[in-house]
């Protein structure tokens, strides 16, 4: 099952706003990635932390790799309308057997009100 | 550059068929991994394909199986399908294969079991 806890689990928020949600784990990870989905679509990768205490951007998008290693953190900045939909953290594991696999958070459904 | 192809898109199949889904990955990418997507399990990780050998398997019955082919294009196989198979499968690549290797994902195969 999930090891991921991802709060909040949703958000209604009106257009121009900041948003922020975060992720959490009992076990370390070497990568947290963030990724978006939309009805209908694939999830669509947002960011790629790499290194414990990571602060990394992308356009109105920031995330952070907790410096336990065991959290991470995402904030959209104004948010606009087309930021809409699902956004999932997940996390990969060092070692043989781990391989490429991802764990998933549960998500965090956003709605932004024009 | 053309994304991760998943064929068929949608699938309506009965309980004890059999079903067969492919995955293209992104062109390069050698590593092909499998999600399971239900509302009520989340992501969960199926299995990790590498050079033709399957690297790590999710906890999943063994119904659930695939392969990887010399191009690097994966299928899999789901036998004797039960209710609770019903799902979006999604297919993910990366370069390689290890912790580092940020996934990128197709739009899935939406399976549903009558």
């Known amino acids: 099952g999930q090891q991921l806890n991802q709060s909040p689990q949703s958000m209604f928020i009106q257009e121009g706003e900041d948003v922020s949600m975060n992720c959490t784990s009992s076990s370390i990870f070497n990568t947290w990635l963030w990724y978006k989905q939309e009805p209908g679509e694939g999830p669509v990768l947002l960011i790629a932390?790499?290194?414990?205490?990571e602060l990394t951007s992308n356009g109105r998008l920031t995330a952070q790799f907790g410096i336990t290693r065991k959290d991470s953190f995402l904030n959209i900045s104004a948010s606009i309308p087309s930021d809409v939909g699902i956004y999932f953290c997940?996390?990969?594991?060092?070692?043989?057997?781990?391989?490429?696999?991802?764990?998933f958070g549960e998500g965090t459904q956003l709605t932004v009100n024009p | 550059k053309a994304g991760v192809t998943q064929t068929p898109r949608y699938l309506i199949k009965t309980r004890g068929q059999q079903v067969t889904l492919s995955c293209s990955p992104i062109?390069?990418?050698?590593?092909v991994s499998w999600y399971q997507q239900t509302p009520g399990q989340g992501l969960q990780f199926l299995f990790e394909y590498f050079s033709e050998t399957q690297r790590n398997k999710g906890n999943f019955p063994g119904r659930f199986s695939g392969r990887q082919f010399s191009n690097s294009r994966s299928e899999m196989n789901v036998s004797t399908l039960e209710l609770g198979d019903s799902a979006l499968y999604l297919c993910?690549?990366?370069?390689?294969?290890?912790?580092?290797?940020?996934?990128?994902f197709g739009d899935g195969t939406r399976l549903s079991i009558l």
């Open positions: 993910a690549s990366s370069w390689t294969t290890g912790s580092n290797q940020p996934q990128h």
């Open positions: 062109s390069g990418h050698r590593s």
């Open positions: 997940a996390g990969q594991r060092a070692g043989e057997t781990s391989g490429s696999r991802l764990t």
């Open positions: 932390l790499y290194k414990a205490g």
